[in-house]
């Protein structure tokens, strides 16, 4: 370490003349401006995080979610005989998400906040393959489900249960309510409608899925309900298409998850499982612990959480309102009209989903139409030059050669960004049209970061269409 007669020019510092460690754990310590500036700057080689419209998930929030977060970066959620209160604002939080989902008694409910909507689709998967198992089950568990987001492959995969993913058919990229009967039987735990499809962004038909459980329960006994994975659609519907029936007003559905951190509007983090009665959560997934103090219910999978994500999700339920998100989420789904008016009238482009609220998430995807010359790998490519980040990759396995693109409309996200995003998306496809790329492009190369686990297989060749 230097003196205090060392240099004066942060450049100077020891830790910033050599490169940083990378390797084995770091030998020597460093002056903490000099690590600061080291992990800072490297940091400015990832995207601008705004610009990225291939994430769901929240990437601007006011200053006083700001300030919350930093007020509780050392608060342990877990903890809650030490921080009642963070336990209090959770427990608020979920009466409320209850309420808007409209479970029939958002007072005495069971729910949690979770890190996000993987963990809540786990407890949800988990709560019915306990009560299968209660009811009498025996031999391989199932779940029925349309395409779905990778954290249902991994909960079958993590917990020894069957996927059974129905496959697409027609022109429809959903599950089919008509498809469901047929891939259901004793064994099946639930069927997972999933309310903001990761592909496309479009609802799949909760309602109807329900009437063709009621007519399964009456022609063979077979009861089976439904988890609904609201990871986006679980903040926009209710109050942007509230007539929509999708929640606990239908009574097959025993619960729900979503991520507070998508349209929930909270930091990074943050997530919602809810179970329609408290009796929908087998109480053998719950345990009471008293290492900390004072006795107390905990059911998430991992023990410590940040408690800032819960409270500044509290923050927002209560800055808002019902009122406040409704103009939110309107403001969002009319840039996401915005994009889709700007796309189609290009002439290349079919949408898939226009931002319709009552079809589908503050999403735009869609398909080229035309032999234009370039693909749209080329294209999600070519926007990078921008620095806009937008995906393009295959619809599931089944339907697999056709490729989409799909952009994420989300708070902070402007008319006037979206029209430099159209004038840039211009400007690259007639770079595109003038010198198309050629060569095949690898999955990992064409689409970066995906949330399909097979489409991640690194060495996997897609040629363009
Ligand atoms: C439909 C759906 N379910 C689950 C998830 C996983 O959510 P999280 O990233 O909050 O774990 C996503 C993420 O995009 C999703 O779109």
Same mark, same amino acid.
């Given at each position: 370490?230097?003196?205090?007669?060392?240099?004066?020019?942060?450049?100077?510092?020891?830790?910033?003349?050599?490169?940083?460690?990378?390797?084995?754990?770091?030998?020597?310590?460093?002056?903490?401006?000099?690590?600061?500036?080291?992990?800072?700057?490297?940091?400015?080689?990832?995207?601008?995080?705004?610009?990225?419209?291939?994430?769901?998930?929240?990437?601007?929030?006011?200053?006083?979610?700001?300030?919350?977060?930093?007020?509780?970066?050392?608060?342990?959620?877990?903890?809650?005989?030490?921080?009642?209160?963070?336990?209090?604002?959770?427990?608020?939080?979920?009466?409320?998400?209850?309420?808007?989902?409209?479970?029939?008694?958002?007072?005495?409910?069971?729910?949690?906040?979770?890190?996000?909507?993987?963990?809540?689709?786990?407890?949800?998967?988990?709560?019915?393959?306990?009560?299968?198992?209660?009811?009498?089950?025996?031999?391989?568990?199932?779940?029925?489900?349309?395409?779905?987001?990778?954290?249902?492959?991994?909960?079958?995969?993590?917990?020894?249960?069957?996927?059974?993913?129905?496959?697409?058919?027609?022109?429809?990229?959903?599950?089919?309510?008509?498809?469901?009967?047929?891939?259901?039987?004793?064994?099946?735990?639930?069927?997972?409608?999933?309310?903001?499809?990761?592909?496309?962004?479009?609802?799949?038909?909760?309602?109807?899925?329900?009437?063709?459980?009621?007519?399964?329960?009456?022609?063979?006994?077979?009861?089976?309900?439904?988890?609904?994975?609201?990871?986006?659609?679980?903040?926009?519907?209710?109050?942007?298409?509230?007539?929509?029936?999708?929640?606990?007003?239908?009574?097959?559905?025993?619960?729900?998850?979503?991520?507070?951190?998508?349209?929930?509007?909270?930091?990074?983090?943050?997530?919602?499982?809810?179970?329609?009665?408290?009796?929908?959560?087998?109480? @053998?997934? /719950?345990? =009471?612990? &008293?290492?900390?103090? #004072?006795?107390? $219910?905990?059911?998430?999978?991992?023990? %410590?959480?940040? *408690?800032?994500?819960?409270?500044?999700?509290?923050?927002?339920?209560?800055?808002?309102?019902?009122?406040?998100?409704?103009?939110?989420?309107?403001?969002?789904?009319?840039?996401?009209?915005?994009?889709?008016?700007?796309?189609?009238?290009?002439?290349?482009? @079919?949408? /898939?989903? =226009?931002? &319709?609220?009552?079809? #589908?998430?503050? $999403?735009?995807?869609?398909?080229?139409? %035309?032999?234009? *010359?370039?693909?749209?790998?080329?294209?999600?490519?070519?926007?990078?030059?921008?620095?806009?980040?937008?995906?393009?990759?295959?619809?599931?396995?089944?339907?697999?050669?056709?490729?989409?693109?799909?952009?994420?409309?989300?708070?902070?996200?402007?008319?006037?960004?979206?029209?430099?995003?159209?004038?840039?998306?211009?400007?690259?496809?007639?770079?595109?049209?003038?010198?198309?790329?050629?060569?095949?492009?690898?999955?990992?190369?064409?689409?970066?970061?995906?949330?399909?686990?097979?489409?991640?297989?690194?060495?996997?060749?897609?040629?363009?269409?």
């Amino acid at each position: 370490m230097p003196d205090t007669e060392g240099p004066d020019d942060l450049f100077a510092l020891p830790g910033l003349s050599r490169t940083a460690p990378k390797g084995g754990f770091p030998a020597s310590e460093m002056f903490p401006q000099a690590a600061y500036e080291i992990v800072h700057d490297e940091l400015m080689l990832d995207g601008v995080s705004r610009m990225n419209l291939a994430t769901f998930c929240t990437t601007w929030v006011d200053d006083q979610a700001r300030r919350l977060m930093a007020e509780c970066l050392d608060k342990n959620i877990v903890d809650k005989d030490e921080y009642p209160q963070t336990a209090e604002l959770e427990r608020r939080g979920v009466r409320m998400v209850a309420d808007l989902w409209r479970a029939p008694d958002p007072a005495t409910t069971h729910g949690t906040s979770t890190t996000g909507s993987s963990e809540a689709a786990m407890l949800g998967g988990l709560a019915a393959k306990f009560r299968w198992r209660k009811r009498g089950g025996s031999g391989t568990p199932n779940f029925v489900c349309g395409p779905v987001q990778v954290c249902w492959e991994k909960f079958a995969r993590y917990f020894d249960v069957e996927i059974r993913q129905i496959p697409l058919r027609a022109d429809r990229l959903t599950m089919h309510p008509d498809d469901v009967a047929a891939h259901c039987d004793e064994n099946t735990i639930m069927v997972v409608p999933t309310f903001g499809q990761t592909f496309t962004g479009l609802f799949e038909d909760v309602a109807g899925i329900s009437a063709t459980l009621d007519t399964l329960q009456q022609t063979s006994g077979l009861d089976i309900p439904i988890h609904v994975d609201a990871a986006s659609g679980g903040f926009l519907a209710p109050f942007a298409a509230p007539d929509l029936v999708w929640d606990f007003r239908l009574p097959r559905v025993k619960s729900i998850n979503a991520s507070g951190h998508k349209t929930g509007l909270a930091p990074l983090g943050s997530g919602w499982a809810i179970w329609r009665d408290a009796g929908d959560l087998p109480e @053998e997934l /719950i345990f =009471d612990v &008293d290492y900390l103090g #004072g006795s107390m $219910a905990t059911f998430n999978l991992n023990f %410590s959480r940040p *408690g800032g994500q819960a409270i500044t999700q509290y923050y927002d339920f209560i800055r808002l309102g019902r009122t406040g998100y409704a103009r939110v989420q309107s403001t969002i789904y009319r840039v996401a009209q915005h994009l889709a008016a700007g796309l189609r009238g290009l002439g290349v482009f @079919e949408m /898939i989903h =226009d931002g &319709d609220p009552r079809r #589908g998430i503050t $999403a735009v995807s869609w398909r080229l139409t %035309s032999d234009s *010359g370039f693909n749209l790998y080329d294209l999600s490519d070519r926007l990078r030059t921008r620095g806009w980040l937008i995906a393009a990759y295959p619809l599931p396995p089944d339907r697999g050669d056709e490729t989409i693109m799909r952009a994420v409309i989300r708070h902070g996200f402007t008319v006037d960004m979206t029209d430099l995003l159209l004038e840039d998306l211009i400007r690259c496809m007639k770079q595109l049209e003038r010198r198309p790329f050629s060569s095949p492009l690898t999955r990992a190369e064409a689409g970066g970061f995906t949330h399909d686990a097979k489409a991640a297989v690194p060495d996997a060749k897609i040629s363009p269409p």
